[in-house]
C-alpha cells in the first residue's frame, strides 16, 4: 500500500498538483460559502451555483460577483472568502510550502522546483530565502494597506468594523481579487483621492509579481548600504512595460471618455479615475466608476488591459506583461529585418518567443470559444438581431474572467447557469494559465523519434 501510494505521488507533477489544490479549494470553499449563505433560495441548483461561483472567484483571485458580498454572506463567510484570496493570491502550494518549511525547516528537491517554478528564480536567492521573502513581503504590504484603510474608514465605521473593511479591502487589492464589501464596489469613494491612491498602490504591488518585488526590494537594500546592484533584465522590462500601460491607458480614458461618466469633475478628479482604471484594469477589477456606462471606445481599450494583465509569478493573470513585450519586440525585429528578437539591449532566446506565442495563441482561443458558448446559452432567441448589443458585453465578461480582472458591465448577476459555469471555467483556466492546465492533463513533452522533411509554406 505504501509502495503505491510513493508510486503515486511520484506522477503527481507540480502543475497537476496545481490544479488538483485549486480544484480541491474551490469545492470545500463552496461548501463553506453554501453553508454561511444568508439568502433563502428555493432553487437549490442556483443557490449551489452561486456559492460556486462565489468561491471560485475568490480563489482565482478574479472579483466578479452574482451577489452583494457584505449582505449574502455571514461574517464566518466572508471570512471563508478572504483566506480563500489569500490563499489563491500568494498559491496555495507556495503558502503550503511555507507552512512546512517553516514547522521542518528543510524543503524537498520537488518544493523547491514547485517554487521556483510558480514565483520565477534569483540567481542570489535561495528557494527557501526566496519562499520566506514572498510571504513577507505579502504580509508586509497587505498590513500597511489595512492600517491605511482602516485609517480612513475610521471616519465612517466604528474601529472593529473599519478594521475588517480595511483588512478586506486592502488584502483583496494586493491579492488582485476585486472582490468589494461595499455593493458598489468604491464607486462612492471615487471623489476620495487617499482611498484611491491606496488601492492603485496595493494594486500595482501585486501585480509586478514577487520575483519583482523581491528584486527591486534587494536593489534598495543595497542603495542603502552604499553599493551597486542592477536590477534582473526580467525585473527592468516588467517595470518598463508595467509604466508604459498604465500611462498609455489613462491618456486612453481620457481621450475617449471626453463626454462619457469618466469626465466629469475637475481636470484633477478625471486624471485619478483614468488612472485607476488603467491600473484596475489590468487585474484587479475594483471601479470608481460604473463599468458599464463607460463607452464602447473605453470598454475595448479596457477588453486589451484586461488580457495583458500583470507580470509572471505575480497575483495577476492575463497573457502577463513580458508576453506583451516579447511579442512587441518579435514585431519590432521582423519590421527592421533584424533575423534575431532585441528588446532592452538583450537577444529573447527563440524559446521565450515560442512560449509568448503559444501563450497568445492559448488565450485567444480559449476567448474565442467562451465567447461562442454565452452566445448561445445567453442570447438564445429568433430575434437576434436585438441583442447584437450584447455581444461586447459577453466578450467583456469573458476575458475579465479569463485575466482574472472582475470588472463587469453588470450581466453577470443575470446569467444562466450554464453561462456561470462558463465564466467559473474561464475564471479556472485563467488563474492557473492555458498552458499549465494543458500541461497537467497532457504530462510532460516526450522528443519525436521521427523527424519529417521540411517544405515551403507560403504565408500572408
Request: glycine fraction near 10%; proline fraction near 3%.
Amino acid at each position: 500500500m505504501a509502495e503505491a501510494l510513493r508510486r503515486l505521488t511520484g506522477r503527481i507533477t507540480p502543475p497537476r498538483l496545481l490544479v488538483m489544490s485549486f480544484s480541491g479549494a474551490i469545492g470545500v470553499g463552496a461548501c463553506l460559502l453554501y453553508a454561511a449563505r444568508t439568502w433563502d433560495d428555493e432553487d437549490i441548483a442556483t443557490s449551489i451555483v452561486d456559492a460556486l461561483f462565489t468561491a471560485a472567484s475568490a480563489i482565482c483571485v478574479t472579483g466578479l460577483a452574482v451577489r452583494d458580498i457584505d449582505a449574502s454572506f455571514s461574517p464566518i463567510g466572508q471570512a471563508v472568502i478572504l483566506i480563500l484570496i489569500q490563499l489563491g493570491g500568494i498559491g496555495i502550494l507556495t503558502f503550503s510550502n511555507f507552512m512546512l518549511y517553516v514547522q521542518t525547516g528543510r524543503m524537498t528537491a520537488q518544493q523547491r522546483q514547485l517554487v521556483q517554478e510558480s514565483l520565477g528564480a534569483l540567481p542570489s536567492i535561495s528557494a527557501p530565502r526566496l519562499l520566506v521573502r514572498v510571504v513577507a513581503y505579502a504580509a508586509a504590504i497587505e498590513g500597511i494597506g489595512t492600517a491605511a484603510l482602516t485609517y480612513r474608514f475610521m471616519t465612517e465605521h466604528s474601529f472593529p468594523r473599519a478594521l475588517w473593511l480595511g483588512a478586506f479591502h486592502a488584502v483583496s487589492a494586493f491579492c488582485n481579487a476585486g472582490l468589494s464589501l461595499f455593493p458598489d464596489n468604491l464607486e462612492q469613494y471615487r471623489t476620495d483621492a487617499f482611498v484611491s491612491v491606496v488601492m492603485m498602490i496595493l494594486i500595482v504591488a501585486g501585480g509586478l509579481g514577487f520575483l519583482v518585488l523581491t528584486d527591486v526590494g534587494g536593489w534598495i537594500s543595497a542603495g542603502f548600504r552604499g553599493t551597486r546592484r542592477r536590477l534582473l533584465y526580467h525585473s527592468r522590462v516588467v517595470l518598463v512595460t508595467s509604466a508604459m500601460l498604465i500611462v498609455a491607458g489613462a491618456l486612453a480614458v481620457l481621450l475617449l471618455e471626453a463626454g462619457g461618466v469618466a469626465s466629469s469633475g475637475s481636470i484633477a478628479q478625471r486624471t485619478v479615475d483614468s488612472l485607476f482604471l488603467s491600473i484596475t484594469s489590468r487585474t484587479a477589477g475594483f471601479s470608481t466608476i460604473s463599468t458599464g456606462h463607460l463607452t464602447n471606445g473605453t470598454l475595448l481599450v479596457v477588453i486589451i488591459l484586461m488580457a495583458v494583465g500583470g507580470s509572471p509569478g505575480s497575483t495577476a493573470g492575463g497573457v502577463k506583461t513580458t508576453t506583451l513585450a516579447t511579442m512587441s519586440a518579435l514585431l519590432a525585429s521582423r519590421v527592421r529585418n533584424r533575423d534575431r528578437v532585441e528588446l532592452l539591449k538583450r537577444t529573447i532566446p527563440e524559446e521565450t518567443v515560442a512560449k509568448a506565442m503559444i501563450v497568445l495563441a492559448a488565450f485567444l482561443v480559449a476567448t474565442a470559444a467562451a465567447t461562442t458558448i454565452l452566445q448561445v446559452s445567453e442570447l438564445s432567441g429568433p430575434e437576434h438581431h436585438l441583442n447584437r448589443a450584447r455581444f461586447l458585453e459577453c466578450l467583456f465578461e469573458v476575458v475579465s474572467a479569463l485575466c482574472t480582472v472582475g470588472l463587469s458591465t453588470g450581466v453577470t448577476p443575470d446569467l444562466t447557469i450554464i453561462g456561470k459555469l462558463v465564466i467559473i471555467a474561464c475564471m479556472f483556466v485563467g488563474r492557473l494559465g492555458p498552458l499549465m492546465l494543458a500541461t497537467s492533463l497532457i504530462g510532460p513533452t516526450r522528443p519525436s523519434e521521427l523527424t519529417y522533411p521540411e517544405d515551403n509554406l507560403n504565408i500572408g
